[in-house]
């Protein structure tokens, strides 16, 4: 069951304004799912409402990925960011949990 990526990008004024959580995302060592939150119409932050962590090498990764995926994220306002090397499940996936909150974001 593979999901094809859909890129969602902010273009002028497209997002409304609160907080969208996105879908849980399966990364084979555990879930992802992220939360968007628009501020003046722009993406402003994203929290991770799930993360694996349940083994020392995948808190490892979470912690090395998550930061850079998150800023990614906010500066290209998008869910189109580079996969992040040696956290690839973990980069599809938040690209997808973020895409669908854009989603949900968009006027």
């Not at 890129?7 to 399966?26: H, L, Q």
């Amino acid at each position: 069951n593979i999901t094809p990526f859909i890129p969602i990008t902010a273009s002028s004024k497209n997002f409304k304004n609160g907080g969208y959580t996105g879908t849980v995302e399966d990364v084979y060592y555990g879930n992802i799912q992220v939360k968007a939150t628009i501020s003046s119409n722009k993406l402003s932050d994203v929290q991770f409402l799930q993360y694996p962590n349940d083994k020392d090498n995948s808190i490892k990764i979470s912690r090395r990925a998550m930061p850079i995926l998150k800023s990614e994220a906010i500066k290209s306002q998008s869910n189109n960011v580079d996969i992040v090397s040696g956290a690839t499940e973990t980069s599809v996936g938040f690209r997808k949990s973020l895409g669908s909150a854009l989603t949900q974001a968009q006027k």
